[in-house]
């Protein structure tokens, strides 16, 4: 057997293990995939650039597109993703993991700074960075595999937070594939991706600081 059969089945493993991670619900999935992230540069020996850290050839013009980009984002689901999604379900995003949100600067805080931490650059690293890389590696840089790639990464993304029922596994999963044709964008920046996850995860936490839970404009 050859080091390249070798290295594709640990990246099968990897995979896997990934996909365990979501589906059982282990820990927190997220920290779970970090740590097989880790895991995986140091036996390959790879900097962490290799998922995705590039230096864009301007901070400002690609942060200001993101920023439009995410609050677009915001407006669609909630103005047409989460209200269709609610009456073909009968149900709407659960929003108690926000429960003491609304109105409390002290969660406010917490919430933001997990939204740029845990959230942005963590799931980035892991769903966008990480994830995407392995399957790249699996599924190769055609058309077909960059679009697989793209979608088994939301997909899981979506699942990774069930706890927001059945509205919020779709609605995360649209956003995973914003994200993704973001990063791809800016020539697979991760750092576009990681802004436009802390951008759309702050805009909606504000906007739920002062107005409370929002299922959907109609």
Known sequence: MNTKTIWKIITV?????IVAAVLLDWFIPTL???????ASLLTRRENIRVMGFKRPHSWPKMGGFVFIIAVLLQLFDAG??????NRLTGETIDYSGFAHLQGNPVQLLL???????LAAVGEELAYRGYLQKAL???LGGSLGGVG???????VLFGLAHIEQGLVGVVVTMGDALVFSLIKRRFQNNL????LAHGFYNS???IIFYFTGPIYGLW
């Open 13 to 17: 493993i990897e995979v896997a293990a």
């Open 136 to 138: 790249s590696d699996l």
């Open 111 to 117: 919430f933001l700074a997990l939204s740029w931490t």
């Open 80 to 85: 047409v993703v989460m209200p269709i999604l």
């Open 191 to 194: 750092w576009a991706a990681i």
């Open 148 to 154: 697989l790639m793209v979608l088994l990464s939301s």
């Open 32 to 38: 779970i995939i970090l740590a097989l992230m880790l």
């Open 203 to 205: 805009v909606g936490i």
